[in-house]
């Protein structure tokens, strides 16, 4: 992603949120791909509100929505016979194209971040999870205090993306290879949860990290 690019969403992103509420303490997972991110945010569900910005930008897809109608006007997004935007032919486009890319997310992370930011200030928890893949890609690192990182080693993440979403291995590397530098995500967290293992070891490694977040609200108030 060009920088200039990631300067214009960072821009954005410091306009778009909102403080949180008084108290509350808003927490980022982010990560790298195949790491198990919506693995960590589900079991942190159990005990948290958690808002999946995947499924913000899924709803902002449907027919009817704002951002529906500008992606409509871009000449290389295309609809099926529903109506629907062909997601896979959408990602196929811009995979690769730093424009393309750049004109979907200049109509949708503006708005992704509203839906976030109002979602935020309904909550009434002391503390809320944000489950944000592309986080640092886009710079909106600077918009939260605590950052939780899930990664894991990179053949395992290639054996997941086949195994689990059906990539081929060079359509997988390609996808890892367009991350951001796990080292820099790593560097730039408060929290780094390695998924290279079990489920097992994954859930008592993040029942940990919510005992000590209990442990630290306790002494908060």
């Known amino acids: 992603m060009p920088g200039s690019n990631r300067e214009n969403q960072m821009e954005r992103a410091e306009h778009v949120f909102l403080p949180a509420l008084p108290g509350q303490k808003i927490i980022a997972i982010t ?52 109506g629907q935007i062909d997601k896979p032919a959408m990602a196929k486009a811009i995979f690769g194209d ?41 710079g909106a690192e600077c918009r939260f205090k605590t950052i939780w990182c899930v990664t894991c080693d990179e053949d395992v993440a290639l054996q997941r993306l086949m195994e689990q979403r059906h990539f081929s291995r060079e359509d997988a590397k390609a996808r890892i290879a367009s991350q951001w530098d796990a080292r820099k995500k790593k560097a730039g967290s408060t929290v780094v949860i390695d998924n290279s293992a079990s489920r097992q070891a994954l859930q008592t490694k993040v029942a940990a990290l919510m005992e000590r977040l209990e442990a630290s609200e306790k002494r908060e108030n």
């Open 31 to 82: 990560g790298t791909i195949g790491s198990g991110k919506s693995t960590v945010a589900k079991i942190l569900a159990s005990r948290y509100p958690v808002i999946d910005c995947d499924r913000v930008n899924a709803e902002l897809l449907l027919p009817g929505s704002r951002a529906y109608d500008a992606l409509r006007a871009l000449p290389f997004v295309k609809v099926d016979d529903q």
């Open 98 to 138: 730093a424009s393309k890319k750049a004109a979907v997310e200049g109509i949708l992370h503006p708005r992704i971040f509203e839906r976030v930011q109002a979602w935020i200030l309904e909550q009434q928890a002391p503390v809320v999870f944000v489950e944000m893949p592309v986080l640092f890609e886009i």
